[in-house]
């Protein structure tokens, strides 16, 4: 297991001589006094996920957008997808399961093509059912309580605007979500 996923994002002021062995038991104490609250607790618990599921979904979420408010939908759609059977179809799995892109110099390809969709990965949720086997990002705070206290809604797609405000439209058929598509 790695501690992907467990490192909490932020600013951290620490001394030049910190020990990297000390510097990722700071970050782990954040980890713990800013995400393992009384609330967040028992609404993992209500959740019915484990700790390791919620912070894979929350990393899922991350890589999905940058808009806070829109992390609880987005969390909404990849259960939903769940609860009939459908595979979460989310690029960034892909991306994660496919490494560096030495030509782009990125971690993130974009964007991906038919062939990166067949990466034979269990990170791979184009070909995988349920969640990847760990995260594939350190999430924000928002995104983890989104992966535990998500909205309810009855959507089981969404698709960047065509705006550039790096927003989604969200919808519930899959015809409704090609006709969101940028000309």
């Given amino acids: 297991m790695t501690l992907e996923g467990y490192l909490f994002p932020g600013n951290y002021s620490v001394k030049p001589d910190i020990s990297l062995e000390n510097f990722v038991a700071e970050i782990l104490t954040r980890f713990k006094t800013s995400v393992l609250t009384e609330e967040f607790e028992k609404d993992l618990q209500n959740s019915g996920l484990t700790l ?14 940058i808009a806070e408010e829109e992390m609880a939908t987005i969390a909404s759609v990849f259960y939903n997808r769940l609860a009939i059977g459908m595979r979460l179809e989310t690029d960034p799995t892909v991306q994660y ?3 560096y892109d030495a030509q782009k110099n990125t971690w993130w390809k974009s964007p991906l093509t038919f062939t990166d969709l067949e990466a034979n990965s269990p990170y791979n949720t184009y070909r995988n059912p349920g969640l990847p086997p760990g995260p594939i990002s350190n999430p924000s705070l928002n995104a983890i309580k989104a992966a535990v206290a998500p909205a309810e809604t009855d959507y089981l797609f969404f698709r960047a605007k065509c705006d550039g405000s790096l927003t989604h439209n969200f919808s519930k058929t899959y015809e409704e979500h090609l006709n969101f598509g940028c000309d």
């Fill in 52 to 65: 390791h599921q919620a912070l894979t979904m929350a990393s899922i979420i991350q890589r999905e957008t």
């Fill in 97 to 99: 399961a496919l490494g």
